[in-house]
């Protein structure tokens, strides 16, 4: 503590030497252009005449030596002068770079809610501090999301991990197993890890997904849409739900990766939670500054007090009448974090007739520095 109290005081008296020698060199400039000139004036004054620059009145004019003394004296003086302006100087402008780093402390040792919130006036020091304050919350962010992937993780993984100890043991403790008992349990044990996988697969999404956003690329809403609908067609097919899309271009930025993922989640969600010969819908648009990603799925009642919690990881609908519930419960919960970190606004209303009906809203050009790039791609963007 004492040695960083050091190195700061240091850094205020250098600043202070800096400024007091700017001060004290322009006084000293001031005092040299009035004191030539005006030694100029006695020395061509001839010998008996009174000087020009002399004072006339009833007292006596101001000889050369009294002069160049009093400007020594004032170069004295000027010395402290400026030292005390110098390290007032100085003190100012370090004061918001001492409440950044007593704040930065502060964040460090754990609270990191707590943001430097710097006001007026813009400068420098200002856009540093609001530059600290977005790597603080994207570090919020990676730590929460870190803590939900591992409560998430050790929440859903529990019991698929001690049905497969207990399968295992079951078969190795049976004396009378044969080949084909064996080969059963393997299956069924395979069965068991490939769930484990896409499990973890869909956590590491999700938290990705609270992470937030480290790439924003630009890129067509609807291309991504049509691919994704490509690639479940025949998944579709199987489950007789028939796919349509009305896509316009919807030129917008983000990370191609969880706008895919958001997508794909959509979709799997509507055709999962289906009935046969159902349909899904799903169409992009433009709208002045924002694009619009909307899909709309028959399938069963959903009470309107139900649609807010199947947005929170694990949270499913009962199971149907064939006593079936597909899913792990965080394919909506992934689509609400890839909205979230996009800036997105989310609306979800259950249909009368059954099913949901979900609105995706972006910014068009959601990140500041790609909004050109956006507008110039939607201008080449050919119609879908």
């Known amino acids: 503590m004492t040695s960083q109290r050091l190195t700061r005081r240091s850094l205020q ?3 202070a030497l800096a400024y007091a020698t700017g001060i004290y060199a322009a006084g000293a400039v001031v005092l040299v252009s009035v004191v030539v000139p005006l030694a100029g004036v ?13 004072i ?24 402290p002068v400026a030292l005390a302006l110098g390290w007032f100087v100085a003190g100012r402008f370090l004061h918001p770079l001492r409440a950044i780093t007593a704040t930065a402390k502060i964040i460090s040792a754990g609270d990191l809610h707590r943001r430097l919130d710097l006001g007026e006036p813009t400068d420098e020091l200002t856009e540093l501090g609001h530059t600290l304050d977005d790597l603080f919350a994207r570090l919020q962010a990676s730590f929460d999301a870190q803590r939900h992937f591992v409560a998430n993780a050790s929440h859903e993984l529990r019991t698929p991990l001690a049905g497969l100890r207990t399968l295992l043991e079951v078969a190795l403790a049976d004396p009378d197993a044969d080949a084909e008992t064996l080969r059963a349990v393997c299956q069924e044990a395979l069965a ?11 956590l590491l999404v999700l938290a990705t997904s609270e992470r937030g956003i480290s790439r924003w690329d630009r890129l067509d809403l609807a291309q991504v849409v049509e691919g994704v609908l490509a690639s479940r067609s025949d998944q579709a097919t199987e489950r007789g739900i028939h796919l349509a899309g ?22 799997d ?3 999962r939670h289906n009935h046969a010969h159902g349909y899904v819908t799903i169409t992009t648009q433009t709208f002045g500054t924002q694009v619009t990603l909307t899909i709309a799925n028959s399938g069963p009642a959903i009470p309107n007090n139900e ?4 947005f929170q990881p694990f949270q499913k609908l009962a199971s149907d ?5 597909d899913g792990y419960g965080l394919g909506l919960a992934i689509v609400n974090a890839v909205a979230q970190a996009h800036h997105a606004t989310l609306t979800t209303s259950a249909r009368p007739e059954g099913g949901l009906s979900i609105a995706v809203r972006f910014a068009h050009g959601s990140h500041p520095n790609l909004e050109h790039q956006a507008g110039d791609y939607a201008d080449r963007a050919p119609a879908t």
């Open 42 to 54: 006695q020395s061509a004054t001839p010998k008996g005449q009174p000087s020009s620059g002399a």
């Open 192 to 202: 068991l890890g490939g769930h484990q996988e896409r499990v973890v697969e869909a």
């Open 321 to 325: 009448r064939n006593g079936r519930s």
């Open 246 to 267: 009305h896509l316009s271009p919807a030129v917008m930025a983000g990370d191609p990766r969880l706008i895919e993922s958001l997508v794909a989640n959509l979709i």
């Open 13 to 15: 008296t250098r600043l």
């Open 307 to 310: 649609v807010h919690r199947l």
């Open 269 to 271: 969600n509507a055709i």
């Open 56 to 79: 006339t009145g009833t007292g006596n004019g101001i000889s050369l030596p009294q002069l160049l003394t009093g400007s020594a004296v004032a170069l004295v003086v000027l010395i």
